[in-house]
Structure formats: C-alpha cells, structure tokens
C-alpha cells in the first residue's frame, strides 16, 4: 500500500492482445485476417517462435505478463491503467478496407484479469476494428468481466465520460480519454448522441484545449488527480511535434496532472513539466510483432513499465521508476542490462529537449530528474 500522502501507478503503452496473442491464449477467435500480408493470425505466432525459439501453446493466461507481474508487486502500486488496444469480439463485421484488424475472443480476457488491471483506456484506431457491433460486444465483455473502460462507448455520453478511480484514503484518480486522428483513427469513428464509437479529439488547437480544460475542471476537486490518456501521432519515428508539447503544457497549465500519450510502437520523449509527468509515446507493451522485419533500429521489442509516485495532495511527480522490459515468445521478460541501457541512453538523448534526465540504477530500472 502506499503512504498516505502519496499515489503510486502503473501505466504503460499499447496492450494489444489480439490475432496472434489471441491464437496463443486458450480460447481463440477464428483465425482468419484480411492482411495483405499474413492471411491466418497463427501466422504470427509462427514468426515469433522463428525468431526467438518455440514455445508450449496454449499459454496461461497470466503468461503473456511474465516478469512484469513480480515488478507491479513489488512497485505496491494503487492503480494500474493501460491502453487496451484490441476488440474483444468474436463478429463476423471486419472492417475489411482496413490494412490492419485486432480483435481477441472474450474468453480470452482472463489475460488482462490476471494483471489487476483498474482501467482500459478505448480511446484508439482498434477498438472498431469489427465495426460497432464488434465494440458494443467488447464493452459488454469489459463490463462482465468488473474491468473499467473509458473512451468508447454505445454513445458519446458513455464514451467521453472519465472514469474515477478510487486510490486510497479518499485519493480519486480521474482518467480522462481521448483519440486523435493523428493515431489513425478515422473521423466517422466519433461517437455521437446516438452512434457508438470512440471520445475523439479532432485536433489540438487551442479550442480543443479549452474543451479539455472544462471537462478537467467540472469533475476535478481539491485532491484529486487528473491523467490524461490520448491516442496520437505516428507509429515510428522520435519526433514530437510542437502541437503536441504545446497541448500538454496547456493541460497541465489548466489542471492535467499527468499525460500519457501512445500510439508509437517504441519509446518516445518524457518530460517533466511543472513538477508533472508528459509521455509523448510510451510504445508497445503487449504485442505480437515478433519476427517482423522493418523498423530495427527503434527496438520496437523493448517496452517500459512507467511506475510514478505522485503527490496525493498537489498530484506533483514525487518519484518515477521505469522498468525496461522486452517481448519474447510472447511473453514480458526484463531486458537485459546492456537493453536496459539503450532505453536510458535513448531517454537522455530524447529528454535534452525537455531538460528531463535520466539515469540507470543498479536494479537496472530507470530514474529521472528534472535538469
């Protein structure tokens, strides 16, 4: 448990435990895609086990965490918030004319039990992957299984709505989603008063900013944390652009707390600004991207773990832990340390911009300082 006067989380970037992780876990969807380039999901689980050896399938449902879950126990943390991005479905609907479709079978979401998890954030370019039908169905799956889920919904009311997450002694989270076309996410995907879909944030303007400041500002109260979880930018590449900094220092200006950004398939810049926490791409977590050539050189394998203590009182940034991890077989081992020190390294050359350094501890977790 956390000290009184401090809230402890986990987040991390993309969980995507549809097509091959599903065809991993017990209970698979049918396994049919509508890719140019793998037509069966099986498809890759056989590149993962090409690239880093065989392993026993079907997996438990815990598996796909491995080490992950002894450091999410270790950190004793309150909540633990991520970005489910897959439909959980078994529709027929397919979105053929799209390149790439995630969907897992709602028998498999003892995956995501297993880890605790407190809240999904839906706010992506993947949850309407078998159409709305396909999410209406994930959202009825989410709900049975007592999980949390906030930026989708059967209408924008349910889909734009922040969840509040009790910490402890009265500390409230508040997570508020939204999608950026920027991800991928398509414009008709918006939910509306009567239509399904996702809390879509058209741009960031300063009219867009002024609309999340007063969303923040009609829920948030003395005490509370606001986290802001936003679906934006490209899948490669280390650039931020100026639109998003310029965004999140308004949020955070008008009350954000903290602002976890994904969609990058790899670690991006973090910055500390005004004391609070901004991750501009926190990269993939869970994946099936083993095996797949293209894109090395970002090491799209190696994933965080991002571990921050706030303020309970001011939702400051009191201390932050990243754990550096990587995707084998399926499953989250801890990196290496000479991996671990290409994630440090990449931090410090990408945090220059933001005066934000970092350095790597003896348990080979990753700290930071603001400089």
Not at 150 to 160: K, T
Not at 226 to 244: D, K, M, R, T
Not at 335 to 349: E, F, G, I
Request: hydrophobic share 40%; with cysteine; glycine share 8%.
């Amino acid at each position: 448990m956390a000290t009184e006067d401090s809230v402890r989380l986990f987040l991390c970037g993309d969980v995507m435990t549809g097509r091959g992780i599903d065809q991993a876990l017990p209970h698979p969807c049918e396994p049919t895609l509508y890719e140019s380039y793998i037509t069966d999901a099986r498809g890759y689980i056989e590149l993962a086990e090409r690239a880093n050896g065989p392993f026993k399938r079907p997996v438990p449902f815990d598996y796909i965490w491995g080490n992950a879950l002894a450091e999410l126990q270790k950190a004793r943390t309150d909540l633990r918030i991520i970005n489910l991005e897959t439909s959980i479905t078994r529709s027929p609907d397919a979105l053929r004319e799209k390149p790439v479709l995630y969907r897992m079978s709602p028998d498999n979401l003892p995956c995501l039990t297993a880890a605790a998890v407190d809240c999904c954030c839906l706010a992506n370019n993947h949850v309407l992957d078998w159409g709305p039908a396909g999410l209406v169905e994930t959202l009825a799956a989410l709900d049975a299984a007592g999980l949390r889920h906030v930026g989708a919904g059967r209408d924008l009311a349910e889909a734009s709505a922040p969840a509040v997450l009790e910490a402890h002694h009265g500390s409230r989270v508040l997570v508020f989603p939204y999608g950026s076309p920027s991800s991928g996410l398509p414009l008709d995907w918006a939910a509306a008063a009567s239509r399904p879909g996702v809390n879509l944030l058209p741009d960031l303007s300063e009219a867009s900013a002024r609309r999340v400041a007063a969303e923040i500002q009609a829920v948030k109260r003395p005490g509370d944390i606001a986290l802001l979880s936003i679906h934006w930018g490209a899948n490669w590449g280390y650039e931020v652009p100026q639109s998003q900094v310029r965004f999140a220092h308004r949020l955070i200006e008008e009350g954000a707390d903290l602002i976890c950004g994904h969609s990058s398939h790899h670690v991006k810049a973090l910055e500390v600004y005004r004391n609070r926490l901004v991750i501009y791409g926190a990269g993939d977590f869970i994946n099936d991207y083993e095996g797949i050539g293209g894109y090395e050189e970002f090491r799209g394998d190696l994933a965080l773990m991002y571990l921050p203590k706030l303020d309970a009182r001011t939702g400051e940034l009191a201390e932050l832990r990243l754990v550096p991890m990587q995707m084998k077989r399926f499953r989250l081992n801890r990196a290496a340390p000479a991996d671990a020190q290409w994630l440090c390294d990449l931090l410090n050359r990408q945090g220059t911009h933001f005066a934000t350094a970092f350095q790597l501890r003896d348990d080979a977790a990753i700290t930071v300082e603001a400089t």
